[in-house]
Structures are given as C-alpha cells and as structure tokens.
C-alpha cells in the first residue's frame, strides 16, 4: 500500500518561512520522480516543483528563487523549502510521486501517487 504523508503546514507571516515534508511508503523512492502542487479553493491543482530520481529540479516561475525541492532517499522523504512567502502562496500542498518520468512535470496526470495535503496560509 502507497502512502504519501504531509507535514509541516501551518500559518506564518508574509516574508516567513516554512519546510514542508513529504513520507513516503510502498514504493521505490530513489526511483520516483517526486512533485509538489497545490490548490486554492476553486482553482485548478498549480504545479509547484518536481525533483528526478537523476537530480534535476523544475520549479514554477511563481515560487522559483524562493522555494526548494529537496530529497532524502534514507529517509524516503522528499521537502519543500519555502521563503520569502507571499499570501498568494496560501494553498494546500500537496506531495505526487510519479513511477515514470514523461516530461510533463507540471502536469497532475503524470503522478501515480497523492498526499491528502497541508495547508500553509501566508497572513499580511
């Protein structure tokens, strides 16, 4: 059974910080191409950033010099660096894990696997 869990959510203010982490179990995860998204209430899930099994990281032009995907493959887990947060970052996030890589990081439908989601809420 694949499980993906989230943690790390929470409220902080505008220019704050927060690490998001993702555990995963069930599957393979060296191999796994690991993504985070999110969602806001009545909006599409918005790609966020990916991380290869290979290394190579891709980020959305929104969060790109503020946040970072990191992975532990002891540990099975993958990370979300946050700073310099924005309220426009207020959403859910959540962790995708992706048994094959297609190119098309920044699509939902290339993920095998979800988290149930954190929320991070960014207050001004």
């Known amino acids: 059974q694949v499980q993906l869990v989230e943690s790390g959510g929470g409220l902080v203010q505008v220019g704050g910080s927060l690490r998001l982490s993702c555990a995963a179990s069930?599957?393979?995860?060296?191999?796994?191409?690991m993504g985070w998204f999110r969602r806001v209430p009545g909006k599409e899930r918005e790609f966020v950033a990916t991380?290869?099994?290979?290394?190579?990281?891709y980020y959305a032009n929104s969060v790109k010099g503020r946040f970072t995907i990191s992975r532990d493959n002891t540990k099975n887990t993958v990370y979300l660096q946050m700073n310099s947060l924005k309220p426009e970052d207020t959403a859910v996030y959540y962790c995708?894990?992706?048994?094959?890589?297609?190119?098309?990081?920044?699509?939902?439908?290339?993920?095998?696997?979800w988290g149930q989601g954190t929320q991070v809420t960014v207050s001004s």
């Open positions: 069930g599957i393979t995860f060296s191999s796994y191409t």
């Open positions: 995708a894990a992706a048994r094959y890589y297609s190119g098309s990081y920044y699509s939902p439908q290339m993920y095998n696997y």
């Open positions: 991380l290869r099994s290979s290394g190579t990281t």
